[in-house]
């Protein structure tokens, strides 16, 4: 039986590791962008997915951990692996239909998702009054640093809307299965894993389906990207995220994601010259704000 899920605050340990995370995946938004060119979405994915199983497979062996061992997370974990390919089929495919703005503010409901999920899964993790407010303060943050989005011009926007709340949904999904599961009782290592390998196959079979295809040898800058995503981020920063949410309350948990389109735009401005609006500023102070209404104790 998994232990029971908590619902600890985030202390100050924890709150500098997610802060940390998010500015990593800021720059990873970046790092696909810069690969795109060269290496279409869900190739990306697949062959991401694949060389960083190698990795933490290498990792887990050379520190002994059992992978094998049956320990009643087969089926919760092979859940999560298709939940973890379902996002990035929704998201990658989603964006060709709709635009990044509307997608971010989609995609990024997933924390509202965790909090509802929270509500009835996991006990003494639920949002009084002012932590609602700070999770809608630091959404409105979101609203401002990307724009408000024009009304859908026609059914194939609204599908792609559509596809991208389906991705903030498994995601959401995704984080509570882990916090309530027997994937709370193992390794960040080996939840990680699961969702890899599941979904390698899935993501290369989408590819396969939509018709993806390298035409020539990807550059260095692209190389250098998908390094990036695939060491780092994957292998590094997503294990690390696991823990923090088997450690901590999901839902607070889930808020400080909000910081991660923001450090995005940061990184695009310093990587890519992109101009920062002087709306940022203010995007930025009203989800600090809401982080700390999310974060303050009862």
Not at 48 to 72: E, H, M, N, Y
Request: proline share 6%.
């Amino acid at each position: 039986m998994p232990s029971s899920p908590t619902s600890r605050p985030l202390d100050t340990l924890g709150i500098a590791v997610v802060i940390g995370l998010c500015v990593c995946w800021g720059f990873n938004n970046v790092a696909i962008k810069l690969a795109l060119h060269d290496i279409p979405p869900l190739i990306q994915s697949a062959t991401r997915s694949a060389i960083a199983t190698i990795l933490v497979s290498a990792w887990c062996r050379a520190r002994g951990q059992p992978l094998f061992k049956r320990d009643g997370t087969l089926v919760a974990g092979v859940l999560a692996g298709v939940l973890f390919a379902l996002e990035f089929l929704l998201i990658y495919r989603g964006l060709l239909w709709t635009t990044v703005t509307r997608g971010t503010l989609f995609l990024y409901l997933a924390p509202f998702f965790v909090v509802i999920g929270s509500r009835w899964l996991i006990p003494g993790d639920r949002f009084h009054a002012s932590q609602w407010l700070g999770l809608l303060l630091s959404f409105i943050g979101i609203v401002i640093a990307f724009g408000v989005p024009e009304p859908a011009a026609d059914r194939r926007q609204i599908l792609g809307d559509l596809m991208l709340v389906g991705a903030a949904a498994a995601w959401a999904a995704t984080t509570l299965l882990i916090k309530v599961t027997a994937l709370n009782r193992i390794s960040a290592e080996k939840t990680l894993l699961y969702q890899l390998v599941v979904s390698v196959p899935l993501l290369a079979a989408g590819a396969l389906v939509f018709g993806e295809h390298i035409n020539a040898m990807p550059s260095a800058l692209a190389l250098g990207a998908f390094a990036y995503q695939t060491i780092w981020v994957v292998s590094v920063t997503f294990p690390i995220w696991f823990a923090l949410i088997v450690r901590y309350s999901a839902a607070r948990l889930s808020a400080f994601t909000f910081l991660a389109p923001i450090c995005g735009i940061a990184a695009g401005h310093f990587v890519l010259g992109e101009p920062l609006t002087p709306t940022f500023a203010m995007a930025a102070i009203l989800v600090a704000s809401g982080l700390v209404l999310v974060n303050r104790p009862r």
